[in-house]
């Protein structure tokens, strides 16, 4: 994971109106509370607004690396909204109170309920990132899957070296320009963590509207590149072993690696929390 240092900050861009979710903090990093339906409602209202809004999906390996990162840190306090895609994540909010106000909001399952949700808006959708005609795929399948949906556009990038603190080139704002002509409401970027929050948080307040998602490997998803774990593996966070198993060379130092670390050094913060409220609960001597 490459540092993200030098990053353009982007101001906050959330409401005030008190229906922005809770947030908390796991290592030191931001994840708000919020489970899928009231994310989708939630983004549905911003699509409306205009914005632009960013929306970040953080897991459990990825949130480890976060972690060791200020910069990135610092992306996400200024991000619009940060989702618990990792399993963990949840029940680290609910062991701290939070019950059934939050839920798992996997990038995939994000781009299936806004979908949906904007049959009923018109709300338009620009699918950028993939490997070469991933997006246009996705894009294909999702219209036959939610007859009606109104694709603005579709671009995948070609590779290029991931460097947060260079401006854009000529190619890069001509993609800007692409996306800003489209009117797309919802931009979907799936370009790999961290690339894709650092775009969209150098992006999005270039072009001035929309609602941006990094959503990473849902690209893979949705276009069929990559199958996607059933139903009873995700029902009970194991869809981690799934897409090790698919992809266990590129994956491995993931799963085997940073979420053991996570797991640890995630449960020594909540010890540390939970020994925190035993003694200023505890009388104190004269």
């Known amino acids: 994971m490459h540092s993200a240092r030098h990053l353009e900050m982007p101001t906050p861009q959330g409401g005030t109106d008190g229906t922005l979710p809770g947030r908390m903090h796991i290592l030191g990093v931001r994840v708000d509370v919020i489970d899928l339906p009231r994310a989708t409602s939630l983004l549905s209202r911003w699509a409306e607004e205009g914005g632009p809004h960013s929306v970040f999906v953080r897991d459990a390996p990825s949130l480890m690396l976060i972690s060791r990162d200020e910069p990135l840190q610092r992306l996400h306090e200024h991000a619009s909204l940060v989702v618990p895609d ?3 994540l949840v029940w680290i909010g609910r062991l701290r109170g939070f019950g059934g106000e939050i839920g798992r909001v996997a990038g995939a399952d994000l781009v299936d309920a806004v979908c949906a949700a904007s049959l009923e808006t018109g709300r338009t959708h620009f699918f950028y990132g993939g490997k070469p005609g991933v997006a246009g795929e996705m894009a294909h399948r999702l219209e036959a899957r ?3 949906l109104r694709v603005a556009g ?3 990038p070609p590779m290029r070296a991931f460097d947060p603190a260079a401006s854009f080139d000529t190619d890069g704002l001509a993609e800007l320009d692409l996306i800003r002509k489209s009117g797309a409401d919802f931009v979907w970027v799936g370009i790999s963590s961290p690339k894709q929050e650092a775009w969209i948080s150098r992006a999005a307040p270039r072009i001035g509207q929309g609602v941006f998602l990094g959503v990473g490997a849902a690209f893979d998803f949705h276009s069929g590149t ?7 593996m995700r029902d009970h ?5 799934h ?4 992809e266990p060379g590129r994956l ?3 799963y085997l690696l940073l979420a053991p670390q996570f797991l640890m050094a995630a449960a020594a913060e909540e010890m540390g929390r939970a020994i925190r409220r035993i003694r200023a609960k505890a009388p104190t001597g004269k």
């Open 86 to 88: 990792g399993t963990p």
């Open 146 to 148: 939610y007859p009606g």
């Open 154 to 156: 579709v671009h995948s």
């Open 226 to 232: 990559i199958r996607r774990a059933p139903p009873w």
């Open 237 to 241: 966070g194991l869809e981690w072993l």
């Open 243 to 246: 897409r090790l198993a698919s």
């Open 252 to 254: 491995w130092r993931r």
